[in-house]
């Protein structure tokens, strides 16, 4: 009896020491990309739909942006000092031609979705647990920084706003991302039309298996079919065999904060709960990461409350854009504010591509119609 009450006790003690060691003031980073909107050009400006962060900030965390053209070296800076990573959804290019050699290379925001990638998997190898979760567009980009092939990607769809449930592939629904759904919310994800999507791009099943890359750190939960002018299913969802990442082709954020018409976002009370509770899941991952701030003030001046959220998009119900960090370093803290013990600050502001001709530069911008992926391109933005 004794012994019994004494193991009673001691695991109580452990659980208390457990919930005390959680980061109760967890901030996430959220990947700005490439501004496509009238007035704001990407030479200049960076954005991200408001959804994002109102979504993560839903789940009790605090949101900084992450600059997608900071240097590398900045940018790990950055990473160092928040508790997870969101990437977005997004209309932007993930491949650029290189004129010299006629070859596609990783765009900007590809390049830095990689050094993303590899420093969470850095991370969690070392047994820090840093997690990551990938919308559309960001998944995408994961995908092909784990395949180390930017042809991995089937890209014959074109279910732009519909809405369409998901159908878990081989005890997906056990899953860490879909088991904690009660059993109601896990039938109406594969029986209703739960999740918005918008993409001409996807990932095969097969082409998943196949690349050791991809399978050897990720599993499939869940596949989906496309609605508009048929094509093969795709992966709808994945998350790491080992480590706390995640991935979907959907758009769960859409469900509380997205109203345009255009998005036909689903906005069903199932979707809408089936939507919180997976980014309280998200958010509960990262609480499990001590990750701080070099000071206080660096992460006030961090924090998304500094930027102005506009009024109007004719894309999403309101965005926020960022100027470039060679345009306005100052307003990126996190990134160079560096201890003042380290003898070589890190303020190395080089492109990270040397656009050799104007032809290149509007490739750039305009061209990668194969990353058309995920949402609409902004024509006006009323700030």
Same mark, same amino acid.
């Given at each position: 009896?004794?012994?019994?009450?004494y193991?009673?006790?001691? =695991? !109580?003690?452990? =659980?208390? +020491?457990?919930?005390?060691? =959680?980061?109760?003031?967890?901030?996430?980073?959220?990947?700005?990309?490439?501004?496509?909107?009238?007035?704001?050009?990407?030479?200049?400006?960076?954005?991200? /739909?408001?959804?994002?962060?109102?979504?993560?900030?839903?789940?009790? #965390?605090?949101v900084?942006?992450?600059?997608?053209?900071?240097?590398?070296e900045?940018?790990t800076? %950055?990473?160092?000092?928040?508790?997870?990573?969101?990437?977005?959804? +997004?209309?932007?290019?993930?491949?650029? &031609?290189?004129?010299?050699? +006629?070859?596609l290379?990783?765009?900007?925001l590809t390049?830095?979705?990689?050094?993303?990638?590899d420093?969470?998997?850095?991370?969690?190898?070392?047994?820090?647990?840093f997690p990551?979760?990938a919308?559309?567009?960001?998944y995408?980009?994961?995908?092909?920084?784990?395949?180390?092939?930017?042809?991995?990607l089937y890209?014959?769809?074109?279910?732009?706003? *519909?809405?369409?449930?998901v159908?878990? $592939?081989?005890g997906?629904?056990?899953?860490?991302?879909? +088991?904690?759904?009660?059993?109601?919310l896990k039938?109406?994800s594969?029986?209703?039309?739960?999740?918005a999507?918008?993409?001409?791009?996807?990932?095969?099943?097969?082409?998943?298996? &196949?690349?050791k890359?991809?399978?050897?750190?990720?599993?499939?939960?869940?596949?989906?079919? /496309?609605?508009?002018?048929?094509g093969?299913?795709? *992966? #709808? @969802?994945?998350?790491?065999?080992?480590?706390?990442?995640?991935?979907i082709?959907?758009?769960?954020?859409?469900?509380?904060?997205?109203?345009?018409?255009?998005?036909?976002?689903?906005?069903?009370?199932? !979707?809408?709960?089936?939507?919180?509770?997976?980014?309280? $899941?998200?958010?509960?991952?990262?609480?499990?990461?001590d990750?701080?701030?070099? @000071?206080e003030?660096? %992460?006030? &001046?961090?924090l =998304?409350?500094?930027?102005?959220?506009?009024?109007?998009?004719?894309?999403?119900?309101?965005?926020?854009?960022?100027?470039?960090?060679?345009?306005?370093?100052?307003?990126? /803290?996190?990134?160079?504010?560096? /201890?003042?013990?380290?003898?070589?600050?890190v %303020?190395?502001?080089?492109?990270?591509?040397?656009?050799?001709?104007?032809?290149?530069?509007?490739?750039?911008?305009?061209?990668?119609?194969?990353?058309?992926d995920?949402?609409?391109?902004?024509?006006?933005?009323? %700030?």
């Amino acid at each position: 009896m004794v012994s019994r009450l004494y193991t009673v006790l001691s =695991l !109580s003690v452990l =659980l208390i +020491g457990l919930t005390v060691a =959680l980061n109760n003031r967890p901030v996430i980073g959220i990947l700005t990309i490439p501004s496509k909107t009238t007035g704001h050009p990407s030479a200049n400006y960076s954005y991200f /739909p408001s959804s994002y962060p109102k979504y993560v900030e839903s789940a009790g #965390a605090r949101v900084i942006p992450i600059p997608y053209d900071a240097p590398f070296e900045n940018l790990t800076f %950055l990473l160092s000092q928040v508790n997870g990573v969101v990437l977005t959804g +997004g209309g932007a290019a993930k491949t650029i &031609k290189d004129l010299n050699t +006629g070859k596609l290379v990783p765009s900007n925001l590809t390049k830095a979705v990689i050094h993303i990638v590899d420093h969470v998997l850095e991370a969690n190898r070392r047994g820090e647990y840093f997690p990551l979760m990938a919308t559309c567009l960001g998944y995408e980009m994961m995908l092909m920084a784990l395949a180390k092939d930017l042809k991995i990607l089937y890209t014959k769809y074109h279910d732009l706003s *519909v809405r369409a449930g998901v159908e878990f $592939f081989r005890g997906g629904e056990n899953s860490r991302f879909w +088991g904690h759904l009660p059993d109601s919310l896990k039938d109406f994800s594969e029986d209703e039309p739960a999740f918005a999507y918008h993409h001409y791009q996807a990932i095969l099943p097969d082409k998943f298996m &196949k690349s050791k890359g991809i399978s050897n750190v990720l599993k499939i939960t869940s596949i989906s079919y /496309p609605v508009n002018g048929g094509g093969p299913p795709f *992966v #709808a @969802s994945v998350e790491g065999i080992k480590y706390p990442i995640y991935g979907i082709q959907f758009h769960p954020e859409k469900a509380a904060y997205e109203w345009l018409k255009e998005t036909n976002a689903p906005h069903f009370r199932e !979707s809408l709960e089936i939507s919180q509770r997976m980014i309280n $899941f998200f958010v509960n991952e990262a609480r499990k990461n001590d990750r701080k701030f070099i @000071s206080e003030e660096v %992460l006030q &001046k961090s924090l =998304l409350s500094n930027w102005v959220l506009s009024q109007r998009s004719s894309t999403y119900h309101q965005v926020y854009l960022f100027r470039t960090v060679l345009q306005e370093p100052a307003s990126w /803290p996190a990134l160079f504010n560096l /201890p003042k013990r380290l003898e070589e600050p890190v %303020l190395q502001l080089a492109p990270r591509i040397k656009l050799k001709s104007k032809e290149m530069y509007e490739l750039e911008l305009f061209e990668g119609a194969d990353d058309a992926d995920d949402e609409y391109v902004d024509n006006d933005i009323y %700030l």
